[in-house]
């Protein structure tokens, strides 16, 4: 028999002890922060008062919006404080609370870029029946389906991986992830690990087919027009969607590809710095500026805006 002191607290070794670095990375990390949540806090407040962005793919990327605030939120602050006041600890709920949330919310985002090509497979390849098809109750359905499969995945592993033994208390990345947590257990997680594995591929495989799926048909569709014009157009309101599914998969997989044992963590750690900073805020960008309904709503909004303070 053993005698176990129960983990209270972690720390978090962060990215670098340099003190420069730590500069650098804590105001490239703020501004991107402040971007992203202001950005996609605009594109929420642009579909709820403007008319012309009531159709099902504006209701989709609202609650993208609403994810990516969640998901950079979940991660990023913490880190931020962690810098600016040097304290790297972090308790044991809190660190089970970030790991859970971080998973619930990025993992919701798979589900949704999958819904959201769906959207796109039927406003191509289903024109004259998208508004019948794609019916506000519908979408919802959709979106609360999204948020349910990602929990029914996640939950069970969760709970049973709850208030493990751990033989150490320092974690060696800038936030709660699993991996990091698994290797400083001391306890039997075999189980965790698998279901872990199993539940993460289960939610690429299922959105990557609905993906590949969709534009394999939209891009079948397309290329049926008879006009050049009409192709460049169709292809033009999916070029959004498809550069953030890009960007969102491409990132997961370049994690997923593992490098020497020596570079593996450095490596992950630089690639979840960017993707849990940069990409919510390039999703802003990439569908602001290659939307022209969105372009219009925000310019009608800052005029209005205008004209209420002039008065």
């Not at 950079?72 to 040097?86: E, H, K, N, Q, V």
């Not at 004259?128 to 029914?152: D, E, G």
């Not at 219009?296 to 805006?305: H, Q, T």
């Amino acid at each position: 028999m053993r005698n176990h002191t129960p983990v209270v607290s972690f720390i978090l070794l962060g990215l670098t002890d340099d003190l420069q670095m730590q500069i650098l990375i804590f105001t490239f990390l703020l501004i991107t922060y402040i971007l992203s949540i202001a950005g996609n806090l605009i594109i929420i407040i642009l579909i709820l008062v403007d008319s012309h962005l009531k159709s099902a793919m504006y209701y989709f990327l609202q609650n993208f919006s609403f994810l990516d605030i969640s998901f950079t939120s979940a991660c990023i602050p913490r880190f931020l404080y962690s810098i600016s006041t040097g304290d790297r600890s972090i308790t044991y709920n809190a660190c089970v609370a970030q790991l859970f949330f971080t998973y619930v919310f990025g993992m919701t985002e798979f589900f949704l870029l999958a819904t959201m090509s769906y959207d796109r497979y039927v406003a191509i390849c289903k024109p004259l029946h998208y508004m019948t098809i794609m019916n506000h109750r519908f979408c919802k359905m959709l979106t609360f389906c999204c948020w349910m499969t990602t929990f029914l995945i996640i939950f069970p592993p969760f709970c049973l991986g709850l208030n493990p033994e751990f033989c150490d208390s320092v974690i060696d990345h800038f936030l709660c992830d699993v991996n990091p947590l698994l290797k400083i257990s001391c306890s039997d997680l075999w189980l965790i690990e698998e279901m872990t594995l199993v539940g993460s591929v289960l939610i690429y495989i299922m959105t990557v087919i609905c993906v590949v799926l969709s534009y394999t048909f939209i891009i079948r569709t397309v290329l049926r027009f008879p006009s050049a014009q009409q192709r460049t157009k169709a292809f033009s309101t999916c070029s959004s969607h498809f550069i953030v599914v890009s960007i969102t998969y491409g990132s997961c997989i370049f994690v997923s590809i593992k490098p020497s044992s020596k570079d593996e963590l450095a490596i992950n750690k630089e690639v979840v710095i960017l993707m849990t900073s940069i990409s919510p805020m390039l999703n802003l960008f990439i569908y602001t500026l290659r939307n022209k309904q969105v372009k219009c709503a925000f310019n009608d909004l800052v005029k209005r805006i205008l004209l209420v303070s002039k008065s």
